[in-house]
């Protein structure tokens, strides 16, 4: 570094000590180079930063009324101020006073008399590492910033990856329209509701509940590998093409045991999307599929689902029945506390059901995608007969 030529402007040093004479001593070393503020008292000082922060502060120690020790103290328990560098003067010369100088947070101690050429030297020295090191932390909060933009980016295409997915077999089902905008609120209402439950909160966690609603959508993902002819047929499904029907979780839980293998580290995104996929036709009786698994064996993210997945079917228009009203589906749910469903989760399901309907309001099919989904059935009708 040439001179002083890497500051753009003068730097401010501000020197407080109680004798003039010094004062005068630190402006004659320092004037030609820097603008000099001065303190005849440590209470001065502080009333001088508080209103400007200077770039370096000379320090005396024995002062009335208030010592340099305390004048330090003050300003390093401040954030705004407690990276300015301070340097001690005085003519203090004990190791002791010049150990509690440095550890209350002083870069540099110098003794009286000074010498000019290492006043200056110093100085320099610790405004040029002053300037390094506020460069360094703004280079270090750019880059926070474009981190934080990368992963806020990144998030954006895991949902949309997310929900195209899901699409993707929502579009070879004609029945299920909005149903996994639907499926993905209610399941993020009930885990918010129950994040504070004994039973649920060690899952249920602000992060995880994230997790939920974003890996929700993929909890059909498996139908894509269901044949047509028994995907979109009308009518009941043979006691054969049910048990068919019947693997789709399978399906939807290998998809994504494969993705996982692609990737080098563990997720809670895939592990509960695969939860969810493989786990929310499973009952609590232990009557349910794919493993008539049972109780608290059920993940916690599948038997959310699972409540979900079935108002929504019930209160959406099939091509088997009409949409059930509201207050029905509350009735078939909470018939089937204990047997098809967690207990638990019925109850909180029972007292936030009102909010469902109005998820279900929020997201209904448009006309627009009933008359698509008829003309999908009849031409698939077609294609079975003659298949």
Same mark, same amino acid.
């Given at each position: 570094?040439?001179?002083?030529?890497?500051? &753009?402007?003068?730097?401010?040093?501000?020197?407080?000590?109680?004798?003039?004479?010094?004062?005068?001593?630190?402006?004659? %070393?320092?004037?030609?180079?820097?603008?000099?503020? %001065?303190?005849?008292?440590?209470?001065?000082?502080?009333?001088?930063?508080?209103?400007?922060?200077?770039?370096?502060?000379?320090?005396?120690?024995?002062?009335?009324?208030?010592?340099?020790?305390?004048?330090?103290?003050?300003?390093?328990?401040? +954030?705004?101020?407690?990276?300015?560098?301070?340097?001690?003067?005085?003519?203090?010369?004990?190791?002791?006073?010049?150990?509690?100088?440095?550890?209350?947070?002083?870069?540099?101690?110098?003794?009286? &008399?000074?010498?000019?050429?290492?006043?200056?030297?110093?100085?320099?020295?610790?405004?040029?590492?002053?300037?390094?090191?506020?460069?360094?932390?703004?280079?270090?909060?750019?880059?926070?910033?474009?981190?934080?933009?990368?992963?806020?980016?990144?998030?954006?295409?895991? +949902?949309?990856?997310?929900?195209?997915?899901?699409?993707?077999?929502?579009?070879?089902?004609?029945?299920?329209?909005?149903?996994?905008?639907?499926?993905?609120?209610?399941?993020?209402?009930?885990?918010?509701?129950?994040? +504070?439950?004994?039973?649920?909160?060690?899952?249920?966690?602000?992060?995880?509940?994230?997790?939920?609603?974003?890996?929700?959508?993929?909890?059909?993902?498996?139908?894509?590998?269901?044949?047509?002819?028994?995907?979109?047929?009308?009518?009941?499904?043979?006691?054969?093409?049910?048990?068919?029907?019947?693997?789709? &979780?399978?399906?939807?839980? +290998?998809?994504?045991?494969?993705?996982?293998?692609?990737?080098?580290?563990?997720?809670?995104?895939?592990?509960?999307?695969?939860?969810?996929?493989?786990?929310?036709?499973?009952?609590?009786?232990?009557?349910?599929?794919?493993?008539?698994?049972?109780?608290?064996?059920?993940?916690?993210?599948?038997?959310?689902?699972?409540?979900?997945?079935?108002?929504?079917?019930?209160?959406?228009?099939?091509?088997?029945? &009409?949409?059930?009203?509201?207050?029905?589906?509350?009735?078939?749910?909470?018939?089937?506390?204990?047997?098809?469903?967690?207990?638990?989760?019925?109850?909180?399901?029972?007292?936030?059901?009102?909010?469902?309907?109005?998820?279900?309001?929020?997201?209904?099919?448009?006309?627009?995608?009933?008359?698509?989904?008829?003309?999908?059935?009849?031409?698939?009708?077609?294609?079975?007969?003659?298949?």
């Amino acid at each position: 570094m040439n001179g002083m030529n890497q500051f &753009p402007s003068k730097p401010v040093i501000l020197t407080v000590d109680d004798t003039p004479a010094n004062i005068d001593v630190v402006k004659g %070393v320092l004037s030609a180079e820097f603008l000099v503020q %001065v303190a005849l008292s440590g209470k001065m000082a502080l009333k001088i930063i508080e209103k400007t922060a200077p770039d370096l502060i000379l320090l005396d120690i024995m002062m009335p009324e208030m010592d340099g020790y305390e004048v330090c103290r003050r300003i390093k328990a401040q +954030d705004a101020l407690c990276d300015i560098p301070i340097i001690f003067v005085t003519a203090m010369t004990d190791v002791e006073d010049e150990a509690r100088g440095l550890s209350l947070g002083a870069v540099d101690y110098m003794t009286k &008399p000074l010498s000019p050429s290492i006043l200056l030297a110093r100085v320099k020295t610790h405004l040029e590492l002053k300037q390094s090191r506020d460069l360094l932390r703004r280079q270090n909060e750019i880059l926070e910033k474009k981190v934080v933009e990368r992963t806020r980016q990144m998030e954006e295409l895991q +949902d949309v990856t997310m929900v195209a997915m899901g699409s993707l077999a929502e579009a070879r089902d004609p029945e299920t329209g909005n149903h996994i905008r639907r499926t993905q609120h209610y399941l993020k209402l009930l885990a918010n509701h129950l994040k +504070d439950h004994p039973r649920f909160r060690e899952v249920l966690s602000p992060e995880n509940v994230t997790i939920l609603f974003k890996s929700a959508p993929l909890h059909d993902i498996g139908k894509v590998g269901v044949p047509d002819y028994i995907l979109l047929k009308r009518g009941k499904l043979t006691d054969t093409e049910f048990e068919q029907m019947k693997k789709h &979780p399978l399906y939807g839980r +290998d998809a994504i045991v494969s993705a996982e293998k692609s990737i080098s580290y563990a997720t809670n995104f895939l592990l509960f999307a695969k939860e969810i996929a493989f786990s929310h036709h499973e009952k609590w009786d232990g009557s349910g599929y794919p493993e008539g698994l049972k109780g608290d064996a059920i993940p916690v993210s599948a038997r959310l689902m699972a409540v979900a997945d079935v108002y929504d079917a019930l209160v959406s228009r099939r091509v088997y029945k &009409p949409p059930f009203s509201h207050e029905r589906a509350v009735d078939i749910i909470r018939e089937s506390r204990g047997s098809h469903f967690d207990p638990d989760v019925v109850d909180a399901f029972l007292e936030i059901s009102t909010a469902f309907q109005e998820i279900a309001l929020n997201f209904t099919d448009s006309e627009e995608s009933l008359m698509a989904r008829e003309k999908m059935l009849h031409l698939s009708d077609g294609v079975v007969s003659s298949g």
